[in-house]
T-cell receptor
Framework: GAGVSQSPSNKVTEKGKDVELRCDPI?????LYWYRQRLGQGLEFLIY????????KSGLPSDRFSAERTGESVSTLTIQRTQQEDSAVYLC??????????????FGPGTRLTVL | GENVEQHPSTLSVQEGDSAVIKCTYS??????FPWYKQELGKRPQLIID?????GEKKDQRIAVTLNKTAKHFSLHITETQPEDSAVYFC????????????FGTGTRLQVTL
């Protein structure tokens, strides 16, 4: 079956430009997460969506970062006025609703963002 | 919030030997502990997980142990093979809520011939 998909797979942008990254979760997965992974580093939590609840934005590093999700489907992560330190792989993950016994988060392939 | 520490950061073993990766967590409310494997340029994939109501779980050559009192858990890989070479991440979360995973910083495992 279809897994989590992300687009674009690679994005090169100039410093100061805005970028938009897209995530398509697995159908039926109401929970969606965004993570950032800098080169050679671990996964840094950014934001979490669960159904129609208010998102958990506690991991967003600055107000240049924002994310939206339409219902229980596609999510977009927007980075405004990109900086070189934003260069990283941005990973999206989805899972079944919290409370079920299946906790596994399924990751997408990521978007590699390079800010020149 | 939760803080997860992972050691070692790199680990090199010979094929056939065992590998052990250790993690500690800070939030005593955490009760779900997955391990993810990330091959070079690939997405993280779950390889095994454990919940706090058990102390050990095994799946073929992979096992995970959990010590709730000490707040640490470990990944054990026996009879390592070259295809085990990857970065391994431990994580912790409180199951049943947001289940926001807090990841360790990763261990790069290299299995040499």
């Amino acid at each position: 079956g279809a897994g989590v998909s992300q687009s674009p797979s690679n994005k090169v942008t100039e410093k100061g430009k805005d970028v938009e990254l897209r995530c398509d979760p697995i159908s039926g997965h109401t929970a969606l997460y965004w993570y950032r992974q800098r080169l050679g580093q671990g996964l840094e939590f950014l934001i979490y969506f669960q159904g129609n609840s208010a998102p958990d934005k506690s991991g967003l590093p600055s107000d240049r970062f924002s994310a939206e999700r339409t219902g229980e489907s596609v999510s977009t992560l927007t980075i405004q006025r990109t900086q070189q330190e934003d260069s990283a792989v941005y990973l999206c993950a989805s899972r079944f609703p919290p409370g079920l016994i299946y906790n596994e988060q399924f990751f997408g392939p990521g978007t590699r963002l390079t800010v020149l | 919030g939760e803080n997860v520490e992972q050691h070692p950061s790199t680990l090199s073993v010979q094929e056939g030997d065992s590998a052990v990766i250790k993690c500690t967590y800070s939030d005593s409310a955490s009760n779900y502990f997955p391990w993810y494997k990330q091959e070079l340029g690939k997405r993280p994939q779950l390889i095994i997980d454990i919940r706090s109501n058990v102390g050990e779980k095994k799946d073929q050559r992979i096992a995970v142990t959990l010590n709730k009192t000490a707040k640490h858990f470990s990944l054990h890989i026996t009879e390592t093979q070259p295809e085990d070479s990857a970065v391994y991440f431990c994580a912790a979360s409180v199951s049943g809520t947001a289940s926001k995973l807090t990841f360790g910083t990763g261990t790069r495992l290299q299995v040499t011939l």
